[in-house]
């Protein structure tokens, strides 16, 4: 009834739906997630030395995770809120298990044997966390009340705890972060964004006066990598030649002599934006980081123009949880940030945590194909 | 109606600034992403433009790769001098696809050069290269020995791509000897992985995963030195720039002598079963026997399935150690210790007799002797000797299951003795306590009475009984056993004696149950003129026969009770004490007997 009254020329509607809307598919997302999956393809057949088994193994891989995400884009953000909290326990419930059953190798639980398949349970979390936030204030009034801040903080601190204990300093760090995301994009006021960093910032020398002797030596290894000769700060002196020897040019395809004499260690995985910059020099660095750009200034458009609070919330968290993970990995590779174990999303080869992604992008593109409103 | 409007409106409202803020968030987050790229972007023109030159310099001189150098592994002797864990150099040949010209024709000429590599394992060696990226070297599973390395070497610039390497083997002198007590070392595992500081382990391929090898990893481990090598641009090494020495592991000196341990291994002939002798002046390990063997060099650079499904699978169970995690009833062999306790807490005197008629009636039910006729008129000592049940069956009564308890608990039965090997089984030494701990029940008498001759609950392991031996010897100076030298207990406790003639009592009647023609272990003791040895028999079931008779024949092999024999020599100043278990033998004085005593006359005539 009331769509008939609204003239098509009052309506930011662009009619008719396209074949990719039909889908459920957001065509720009799609071409930058393509283009940089090939690009993958291509580097992990190159730093591997030209191991077809590999490279045909992450292509497999790849369409698995691309058939996933389409899936998962049929799903309607309503439909997605309403599994939230749901998702959620199961995820917190999983974690508790991996506590009391995981695989009891010591000193790394992170694992839950699920019968067919062994199953991380901080993958789950990666997704379910941020939506419970966002669920969290989906309905709620705007300023969002103090009391809604607390419950995400404690949801965040609590699974974020989980994790640490497995434990996987790293990985909870990265879902506390894309919980955060979810707060600051929910209007956490300044005043508090700033009071907090200021705190840990005064806190730090306080935490490094009570620490022992061995503890400070490890943090210091972990600032300045390059005072361990064997292990990381080796790899980092290698990463920084491949980068560098690169040039503007670049070696060409195939011409990473660093990854091919194993001077770089994990080639395929931490380290192989080294071998693409090795390979395909700046300019190729350039377009590298354009194609990541693209693909990130979509999805903060697509929570731009997402019609309610939890796609909003959820699509800007989600976005920026990929740039946190492409900063982390650049960062260490080139030499800026500490080195941390992590891939560089989207190129490195295989590993559950490209499922994880491609899903997300999947639920970008169902936020921005399942429109209710017509005006916003 | 103006009140909906309203609601309206605010809602409105709060939806238009809900939306500016949102938006005023998204851009200071593309504000963030553009600042960090920008640093990228800075960063990237300052490693691949600026300094472009410098990094090509270093890429194509990088030549120059750091490589760990494994440090040597501590060696183990025994305590006199005589090598039992060794490093032996070998040789492996590695593969580099990349640099190999032409893979079938280099393996058909390696083939022609060493005809002792099996054709199959050329063949899937083959398969796992084509498999494997081309530039990670691979290393052929065939060990050279020094005449094959030598042929290999003269004739390796035939070879570009394949290189010979040096390294130190695990190898157990004294082959299955003494396997359980050392122990040996595998490959680095996903799950030592977790437990290791990896960096100490750069280099080194294996690690202690049972034993003496597992439980001193930290001493026998050494520490990685690191050398800077220069490569041609084939990868080969030209020369080592500078070199950082590892630092070797310590050696081990045990307590065991190898000759005594392999004397008691002989004795056992593979039979299932355990010894363990000690030094009971300072808890040394003499010996430290569990019978079936195996071959610890099997497992060195990873065994195969097929020998380690038949390791795991054989009925007899070499895998096992049996002198420390093998836990047996003690049966009588508790006697000494209970008789002494009852003696020292007054619940029977050095005179006290008994009538025995060869059974025991409580609530209904006969307890009966091991010799049905009875031994008639019967104390303490002759209880001993004989090996009298109804003494006990009688006494424990008496005393109840706590004080039993309190009396076995000092001489370190029901715990571990604190043996520097690890995984020690605890046993059981049951109390009122521990049975409602562990089966919510309450106690019930007729239980006291069969756990007074080392039967019921009560579980021991040969180490724990060689040390309670050790403690009676020393009368009542406790001891640590130990297999590494200088590791006695610094200031030894001792259990506190009310009199010193209840503890002789005990001994002397351990003296007459081997020397005696009444004792239990006569048979074997009879021909040991010289000095004397304390001891006693135990005979443990394995399988309560309700009523029917005891018919070794008829009984399945495994179901024969155990033998066993605890003791100690020469009596006055003891210098080695034993036990002895030898499972579903039969009689302790006829089996295990024998095989303590010969092997103790053995190590004090020829050893010591």
């Known amino acids: 009834m009331i769509r008939s009254l609204i003239s098509p020329s009052d309506s930011l509607y662009v009619s008719p739906k396209s074949w990719l809307q039909k889908l459920h598919v957001d065509g720009w997302l799609l071409l930058g997630l393509i283009l940089l999956l090939s690009t993958s393809l291509l580097t992990v057949y190159s730093a591997s030395g030209g191991d077809l088994q590999t490279t045909q193994q992450h292509g497999f891989r790849i369409l698995f995770a691309l058939g996933l995400m389409l899936a998962v884009a049929q799903v309607s953000p309503s439909n997605l809120a309403l599994i939230t909290p749901w998702a959620f326990l199961a995820g917190l419930l999983m974690l508790l298990a991996v506590l009391v059953f995981g695989d009891m190798g010591k000193g790394a639980q992170r694992w839950l044997d699920l019968g067919i398949v062994r199953f991380q349970p901080s993958e789950l979390m990666k997704l379910a966390l941020p939506m419970m936030v966002a669920w969290l204030f989906a309905y709620c009034d705007f300023p969002a009340p103090a009391s809604r801040f607390i419950i995400g903080l404690t949801i965040i601190a609590i699974t974020a705890g989980l994790i640490v204990i497995q434990p996987d300093l790293g990985t909870s760090i990265l879902i506390a972060m894309s919980g955060l995301f979810v707060i600051f994009f929910a209007g956490l006021p300044w005043k508090i964004i700033i009071g907090a960093l200021t705190a840990i910032a005064i806190s730090m020398p306080v935490a490094w006066n009570f620490m022992h002797a061995y503890q400070k030596q490890r943090v210091l290894t972990f600032m300045n990598p390059e005072s361990d000769p064997l292990g990381s700060g080796y790899h980092i002196i290698q990463s920084k030649i491949a980068i560098g020897s690169g040039g503007i040019e670049g070696k060409g395809f195939m011409g990473s002599t660093q990854a091919h004499l194993e001077f770089l260690p994990e080639s395929t995985t931490d380290f192989i934006f080294s071998v693409f910059a090795e390979e395909f020099g700046l300019i190729g660095v350039v377009i590298l980081l354009s194609l990541y750009s693209f693909v990130l200034i979509r999805g903060l458009m697509i929570a731009y123009f997402a019609q309610d609070n939890f796609s909003r919330l959820l699509a800007g968290s989600f976005t920026m949880t990929l740039f946190i993970y492409i900063t982390v990995n650049i960062g260490m590779v080139s030499g800026l940030l500490p080195v941390v174990g992590l891939p560089l999303p989207l190129i490195s080869y295989g590993g559950s945590s490209m499922v994880t992604l491609m899903i997300s992008f999947g639920i970008l593109m169902s936020i921005h194909t399942h429109k209710k409103m017509l005006t916003d | ?608």
């Open chain 2, 1 to 608: 109606m103006n009140n909906l409007n309203n609601l309206q409106f605010d809602e409105t409202q709060s939806r238009i600034r809900q939306k500016a803020l949102f938006s005023n968030r998204l851009l200071f987050a593309v504000f963030i992403i553009f600042v960090v790229f920008c640093l990228f972007m800075a960063r990237m023109v300052f490693l691949q433009w600026f300094n472009h030159e410098a990094y090509l310099g270093l890429s194509e001189g990088n030549r120059i790769s750091v490589e760990p150098i494994a440090p040597e592994r501590g060696k183990i002797y025994d305590r006199n001098g005589v090598i039992l864990v060794d490093n032996q150099p070998v040789y492996s040949l590695s593969f580099m696809r990349e640099l190999v010209y032409d893979l079938d024709y280099t393996l058909n000429t390696i083939q022609e050069l060493l005809p002792e590599i099996r054709p199959e394992t050329l063949e899937q060696f083959k398969k796992r290269l084509l498999r494997t990226p081309r530039h990670r070297a691979l290393i052929l599973p065939y060990t050279l020995d020094e005449s094959e390395a030598a042929r290999f070497a003269v004739n390796s610039y035939r070879f570009p791509g394949i290189t010979l390497n040096a390294r130190l083997k695990r190898v157990y002198t004294q082959n299955q000897s003494a396997v359980h007590l050392l122990g040996y070392v595998g490959r680095i595992s996903q799950q030592d992985n977790l437990t290791i500081d990896r960096s100490r382990y750069r280099g080194t391929e294996s690690i202690g995963k049972t034993g003496i090898e597992h439980f001193y990893e930290d001493k026998l481990q050494g520490y990685p030195g690191l050398q800077r090598i220069e490569t041609n641009a084939q990868g080969r090494t030209i020369r080592s720039l500078e070199t950082i020495p590892p630092i070797s592991g310590q050696d081990l000196t045990l307590t065991i002598d190898i000759r005594l341990q392999r004397y008691l291994e002989d004795l056992f002939d593979d039979r299932r079963g355990a010894a363990v002798a000690i030094n009971p002046e300072n808890g040394e390990i003499l010996a430290f026997v569990s019978s079936p063997m195996f071959d610890p060099n099997m497992f060195v650079d990873g065994i195969s399935h097929t020998n380690y499904n038949a390791l795991l699978h054989n009925r007899n169970k070499p895998l096992i150690n049996r002198a420390s995690r093998g836990q047996y009833p003690p049966g009588s062999t508790t006697k000494p210790f209970i008789g002494l306790g009852a003696l020292e807490a007054g619940f029977t005197g050095m005179d006290d007799t008994i009538f025995d008629p060869g059974y025991f009636d409580f609530q209904e039910r006969r307890y009966r002797n091991w010799r049905r006729d009875g031994h008639g008129v019967t104390n303490l000592q002759r209880s001993i000797v004989e090996s009298v049940d109804t003494y006990f069956y009688k006494m424990s009564l008496d005393m109840g299951i706590d004080s039993i308890h309190d009396i076995l608990a000092p001489f370190g039965f029901g715990a571990q003795t604190g043996i520097d090997i690890p995984g020690e089984a605890t046993g059981i030494l049951p109390s009122q306590q521990w049975k409602m701990a562990t089966y919510g029940k309450a106690w019930f008498r007729g239980e006291t009475i069969i756990s007074s001759i080392g039967q019921g609950f009560n579980l021991t392991t040969p180490l724990q009984l060689a040390k309670a031996t050790s403690i009676l010897a020393n009368r009542g100076r406790i001891i640590r056993p130990h297999t590494l030298k200088g590791q006695a207990l610094e200031s030894p406790e001792q259990i506190p004696i009310k009199n010193r003639e209840h503890w002789e009592y005990i001994i002397d009647a351990m003296i007459d149950t081997v020397h005696t023609p009444r004792g239990t272990a006569w048979g074997a003791g009879r021909h040991i003129k010289d000095y004397k040895i304390a001891g006693k028999t135990g005979t443990a079931q394995v399988f309560s026969l309700n009523d029917g008779e005891y018919n070794e024949e008829e009984l399945d092999k495994r179901l024969h009770d155990h033998a066993l024999f605890v003791g100690f020599a020469p009596a006055t100043r003891p210098k080695i004490a034993i036990s002895v278990v030898v499972e579903n033998a039969g009689g302790g004085g006829r089996v295990a007997a024998p095989i303590a005593i010969q092997a103790m006359n053995h190590y004090l005539k020829e050893l010591e």
